[in-house]
């Protein structure tokens, strides 16, 4: 079991940037996969990218792939979600999800036990 803590989120003009920081408790960080989620109004929870154990591989969804990046320091027992030239669709609930367990290439909400409790980003246009 891991516990996470999102923070970072809030209002943004569209094309701006921020950047999503999930702090994780614990001693064995560096034994889970991380991912982060989004859920828009109306829509269900999506991934939005995803990390191995030492960073080596990550996926991006495609609608956001080539202007985010995820990343992780397992020193810090933290995860990042860089986000730039952000889009009125990015607007959302981002939620930081972990697993002991390999993910598959594209997880989903099943595939991942622990969740923060998310923080909202609105990109306003």
């Known amino acids: 079991q891991v516990q996470l803590v999102e923070s970072g989120g809030g209002l943004v003009q569209v094309g701006g940037s921020l950047r999503l920081s999930c702090a994780a408790s614990?001693?064995?960080?560096?034994?889970?996969?991380m991912a982060w989620f989004r859920h828009a109004p109306g829509k269900e929870r999506d991934l939005v990218a995803s990390?191995?154990?030492?960073?080596?591989?990550?996926y991006y969804a495609d609608s956001v792939k080539g202007r985010f990046t995820i990343s992780r320091d397992n020193a810090k027992n933290m995860v990042y979600l860089q986000m730039n030239s952000l889009k009125p669709e990015d607007t959302a609930v981002y939620y930081c999800?972990?697993?002991?367990?390999?993910?598959?290439?594209?997880?989903?909400?099943?595939?991942?036990?622990?969740w923060g409790q998310g923080t909202l980003v609105f990109v306003s246009s």
């Open positions: 999800a972990a697993s002991p367990s390999r993910l598959p290439t594209i997880p989903t909400m099943k595939d991942l036990e622990n």
């Open positions: 614990g001693h064995t960080f560096s034994t889970f996969y």
């Open positions: 990390i191995t154990r030492y960073g080596l591989n990550t």
